[in-house]
């Protein structure tokens, strides 16, 4: 009963918080009663204190960015991943977003969409990864550069491993 | 110049018939805001005309791109432990799903398992570990589009 | 060919190439791309960019072709091009008053709805002001044929304006 509730409480939380959102927020929510699926909300809320943990640290690209995000929501699955890609492809309501780019490298596909407001500011992003081994989904809602996503590409090349270490820790 | 030269530029213009010089005159007439009721028809064209060339590349810069180079080239040498790297990545994100399924066992109904992050440094890894996934698709997708080293190589320059 | 020299070569014509690619490809995203492949290929080249006639030209050519395939990989998306949002989808300048709005969207919709061929060629010629020879080399097509299609596109405009004249 407890879980119950307070699952209702996240769900009510969520719903609030990204009601700017609501289509992609549909999709999220047409996954909760699949057992196969692991989702990840980091709220508006935690952002805000995200930025506050990341002063004094961390790369200037990083900030950039992070500061810049509102919401992050992450969708994934191992079991039959590229089903669920296709799946979600003809879910996702196409007339709000458009397609940046498409990749197909090795059996795996990815596939970028944004919601735009002008030139490379985008309000949202959707990235969907459908692999041999995953299908990830993630949205970002918040005003993301692409010009600062390309600078951070490079950065994490180098910061790769570190990333890497303190996740390992927790 | 009168209305019927005007007229005659017009109808030249519709077939095809003007020369450059004729078409920058009848672009300054309809640019002048004294355009005579007449010849208001063939207004709307002209005024996307003016504004289309008023688009310009002032955000692109023009610079020798051995900078641009360079960084690809070295991102395709790191490719390979790239991929390596983006592989763990997915291994960590799974293994947190995993730690926080067990934690809540007491959930035996058929539900998603929902991670709702509460704590701010945890927020940030996750975050990291998203933009990581995001930029190397990009910069996958990028190279793809032959901008990378890779496809740079591989262009055939000159048609 | 020193770096200079290309630099303030471009520089010169980055607007006109960024409007043709941006007319082709139709999004901002991809026309930038475009000019940043064009710049790749001009200093892998550079030794023979010096040799080449009509430089603006040749960067027109090669800007035309990055912009198609540029289209060809695109295709196989879950959106047509066409829904990519092109120039029409800027709103005109806000001093422009709202009767001229409508027959100002219906001549921009009718000029992007011209055949790939005659919609390039106006923009070259009409905007951008080249030659017919100018033209002819940058698309590949003779001369003959780039002012038969000239003379269709505009033809079509007469028509549509005579009808949106009667209309009134």
């Not at chain 1, 919401?71 to 458009?98: F, R």
């Not at chain 2, 213009?13 to 450059?20: D, F, K, L, M, P």
Request: charged share 30%.
């Amino acid at each position: 009963m407890k879980t119950l509730l307070s699952f209702a409480l996240t769900l009510s939380i969520f719903s609030g918080l990204f009601g700017q959102t609501d289509a992609i927020d549909k999709f999220f929510q047409s996954y909760q009663n699949d057992e196969n699926f692991t989702m990840v909300y980091v709220s508006p809320r935690m952002f805000q204190m995200v930025s506050k943990v990341m002063e004094g640290q961390d790369d200037q690209e990083i900030k950039e960015l992070v500061k810049d995000i509102k919401g992050l929501k992450i969708l994934t699955t191992e079991k039959t991943p590229l089903a669920y890609y296709n799946e979600a492809i003809k879910k996702i309501p196409t007339s709000q977003y458009q397609v940046l780019m498409t990749v197909r490298d090795k059996g795996s596909n990815v596939k970028f969409l944004t919601k735009e407001s002008k030139s490379d500011v985008i309000e949202e992003l959707l990235l969907l990864v459908g692999g041999e081994d995953s299908f990830v989904l993630m949205s970002f809602v918040g005003q993301l550069d692409l010009n600062k996503i390309g600078k951070l590409a490079k950065k994490l090349d180098l910061n790769g491993a570190e990333f890497l270490e303190n996740l390992d820790k927790k | 110049m009168n209305n019927t030269e005007i007229n005659n530029l017009l109808n030249k213009y519709w077939n095809a018939e003007t020369n450059i010089h004729e078409e920058l005159k009848l672009k300054e007439y309809y640019n002048s805001g004294k355009v005579a009721e007449e010849h208001q028809d063939a207004a709307p064209l002209f005024q996307i005309f003016k504004m289309e060339s008023s688009i310009n590349a002032s955000n692109i810069e023009i610079k020798a791109p051995t900078e641009t180079l360079a960084r690809e080239s070295r991102v395709y040498q790191l490719n390979k432990s790239w991929r390596a790297i983006a592989a763990v990545f997915v291994i960590a994100l799974a293994s947190i799903f995993v730690v926080k399924s067990t934690l809540n066992t007491g959930n035996t109904s058929k539900k998603a398992t929902i991670v709702n992050v509460e704590d701010p440094e945890e927020a940030l890894a996750y975050t990291k570990m998203a933009l990581a996934m995001v930029s190397k698709n990009y910069r996958k997708g990028s190279d793809k589009l032959s901008i990378g080293m890779e496809n740079v190589n591989k262009m055939n320059i000159i048609k | 060919m020193r770096n200079e020299t290309i630099i303030k070569a471009l520089e010169g014509y980055k607007d006109k190439l960024y409007r043709f690619s941006l007319k082709i490809v139709g999004n901002q995203f991809d026309a930038e791309d475009v000019l940043q492949e064009l710049m790749i290929k001009v200093w892998k080249k550079r030794e023979d960019f010096a040799q080449i006639e009509n430089q603006e030209a040749w960067c027109m050519t090669v800007t035309r072709n990055l912009c198609i395939d540029k289209i060809r990989k695109r295709k196989g998306d879950t959106k047509d091009i066409s829904d990519y949002h092109t120039i029409s989808d800027r709103s005109p300048t806000p001093d422009i008053i709202a009767e001229d709005k409508e027959s100002l969207s219906m001549v921009m919709k009718l000029l992007n709805e011209l055949p790939q061929n005659q919609k390039e060629i106006i923009h070259l010629r009409d905007i951008e002001g080249y030659t017919y020879k100018e033209i002819s080399e940058i698309i590949g097509l003779t001369e003959e044929q780039v002012k038969v299609n000239l003379f269709r596109a505009r033809q079509k405009f007469k028509e549509k304006i005579k009808h949106l004249n009667l209309q009134r």
